[in-house]
């Protein structure tokens, strides 16, 4: 158990429709990152976020979004959703931002979009 | 740009036969190297990684990593496989700004 968790485990929903992934960083950890994996894609980086504020965009779509909250959990927003959103998403949490951080990742949030 | 090739998509090995994973890594600095394991239906757990130093790492699970400089190689050993260690194998390499570009994967499958 890395102490990463995220809710829901699993999510189906329909093209068009918008949905909301949890995640709570481990204990201490003030930055959270995302990434989806997908089988056309592979594992990408999508957004990392440092004690509220957002430090770096990797390729993530302009219908996603993402928040960390004061309580640092985060959450990533993905609207108008399409069939190849379907993938899974991870939230990872460090301590920091200084180098030879580790990237505790979650257990994951499967999308399927139908 | 950095990023990480992993040249196996899949690899067939019989238990207690040994492992070596190949990863190579292009990367305009020093990279911090990392490997993370994923079984099926579960997330990504850490195995060992490079910051510096040793340039042989020891992690979990019995593996261990060679950071191969003139090669810009990061290969995955592991001396005798279970049953236990099938699944998809990640190499990533961390950029600057914190963010893991990760390898295409590995995935290993272990013969009785």
């Known amino acids: 158990d890395s102490g990463v968790t995220q809710t829901p485990k699993h999510l189906i929903t329909a093209t068009g429709q918008r949905v909301t992934l949890r995640c709570s960083p481990r204990s201490g950890d003030l930055s959270v990152y995302w990434y989806q994996q997908s089988l056309d894609q592979g594992l990408q980086f999508l957004i990392q976020?440092?004690?509220?504020?957002?430090?770096a965009k990797g390729n993530i779509l302009e219908r996603f979004s993402a928040q960390q909250f004061p309580d640092l959990h985060s959450e990533l927003n993905l609207s108008s959703l399409e069939l190849g959103d379907s993938a899974l998403y991870f939230c990872?949490?460090?301590?920091?931002?200084?180098?030879?951080?580790?990237?505790?990742f979650g257990p994951g949030t499967r999308l399927l979009v139908l | 740009a950095q990023s990480v090739t992993q040249p196996d998509i899949h690899i067939t090995v019989s238990e207690g036969a040994s492992l070596e994973l190949r990863c190579n890594y292009s990367y305009g600095a020093t990279p911090y190297l990392f490997w993370y394991v994923q079984s099926p239906g579960q997330g990504l757990q850490l195995l060992l990684k490079?910051?510096?130093?040793?340039?042989l790492v020891q992690g979990i699970k019995g593996f261990e990593a060679e950071f191969k400089r003139s090669q810009s190689s990061f290969n995955l050993r592991k001396p005798s496989v279970h049953w236990s260690d099938a699944a998809e194998y990640f190499c990533a390499v961390e950029a600057a700004g914190n963010k893991l570009t990760f390898g295409g994967g590995t995935r290993v499958l272990v013969k009785p």
């Open positions: 490079y910051f510096s130093g040793d340039t």
């Open positions: 990872a949490s460090s301590v920091g931002l200084a180098g030879e951080e580790t990237q505790y």
């Open positions: 976020y440092y004690n509220g504020e957002e430090r």
